[in-house]
């Protein structure tokens, strides 16, 4: 009965057009197609206005969303932890957020454009009367209001452009014969009087980055903040990253859930997700791309369930497996994974997030 099963199953994947490389590109641009009818007109509106948050000394909290009950779970932990002293501005690319659910944020209906997009547009006009503009991932949970203290003792030091929670391990910096860590853009508050007033720069990504890369890739780009990073450096400022034991005290976070979000919306039944994984060669589950969209799924799993016992009800996503199907998944597959590469973040982020909750 499994066998037949799982042929079922394949022989819906292999009827599509796309191969699983393929569709998840393809994946993104129908989202973000499919959700402009909710966030096009709102979008012009906000265009036309852009209307600020007031004067204030607290720092100028943002995100942006496009898996609803993921903005409930950081939502939760922002009001726990952090309370009234951030002031917290999401963009609901989806369009499918209830601004009454998040009663102590703004929440704004927005096209799904590039993260820098949307980030910038939140520096330069949201927060234009704020000095501190923090960018956090909504799949990065603030965990402690020891937070706070860390941005006002990191700030205080003269010529410090912004604090990182959570940097690129991957690669680094080599500035004048000195090795820095990318700061990304994962979880950064940004002094904006620096960013904006003084260097008017911008987080767009770009080609050309050629530093030193631990997994040995050539021809990178600079991701999301990057090169505004290493100009800074390059400029004498100080761009801080929290040490490690201190940051993994006060955040905790999964990586790349936009992959499975995007299948999730795309699919139409559990089936028909399973087969994705299924459906390649399992010489191919030795990449990234197969082993890190397995890990989000599992990632949504968790969210799913954290929003469960928030709100006592469940989110509907029709095409999410079982975490048993997944898990198995998981199991039947670990042989061919590389070894480098592992599901610990996502049971270690998945056990914070519960014990914090």
């Known amino acids: 009965m499994e066998d037949q099963r799982v042929v079922a199953i394949l022989g819906y994947y292999r009827g599509v057009a796309r191969n699983y490389y393929q569709l998840l590109p393809y994946t993104f641009k129908r989202f973000s197609i499919l959700a402009s009818i909710r966030t096009g007109f709102p979008t012009l509106k906000y265009y036309l206005t852009r209307t600020p948050l007031p004067s204030s000394p607290k720092p100028a909290l943002f995100t942006m969303n496009i898996l609803p009950p993921m903005m409930t779970v950081w939502y939760h932990f922002v009001r726990k932890y952090l309370g009234d002293k951030v002031d917290t501005v999401i963009f ?64 205080s030091i003269p010529d410090t ?62 991701d999301t903040f990057d090169k505004a ?21 006060c955040v905790t976070g999964f990586t790349g859930m936009a992959g499975a979000v995007m299948l999730l919306s795309y699919f139409k039944n559990p089936d028909q997700t399973l087969a994705y994984f299924l459906d390649p060669p399992k ?46 998944l998981r199991s039947d597959h670990k042989k061919y994974i590389r070894s480098d590469l592992s599901f610990d973040r996502v049971n270690e982020t998945s056990q914070r997030l519960w014990s914090a909750l």
């Open 92 to 155: 609901d690319c989806s369009g499918r957020l209830n601004p009454a659910d998040f009663p102590h944020a703004r929440v704004q209906k927005f096209l799904n454009f590039y993260a820098a997009t949307k980030s910038d547009e939140f520096l330069y006009h949201i927060a234009k009367y704020r000095k501190t503009g923090w960018i956090c991932d909504d799949d990065m949970f603030p965990l402690s209001p020891r937070i706070l203290d860390i941005l006002e003792r990191e700030f």
């Open 161 to 222: 452009a912004s604090v990182s929670f959570r940097p690129r391990d991957w690669w680094h910096f080599e500035i004048n014969g000195k090795q820095y860590e990318p700061s990304s853009s994962y979880c950064t508050a940004i002094n904006r009087e620096i960013y904006i007033d003084k260097e008017h720069l911008s987080l767009s990504p770009c080609d050309g980055n050629t530093h030193p890369s631990r997994i040995g890739q050539e021809n990178r780009r600079y």
């Open 229 to 249: 990073n290493e100009i800074l450096l390059q400029k004498g400022y100080r761009c801080a990253i929290v040490p490690k034991q201190e940051r993994d005290g």
């Open 283 to 328: 010489s191919q589950w030795q990449g990234n791309m197969l082993f890190g969209v397995l890990a989000s799924m599992l990632s949504v799993c968790t969210i799913q369930e954290l929003y469960q016992k928030l709100t006592g009800k469940r989110y509907l996503m029709p095409s999410l497996p079982k975490r048993s199907d997944l898990e198995k």
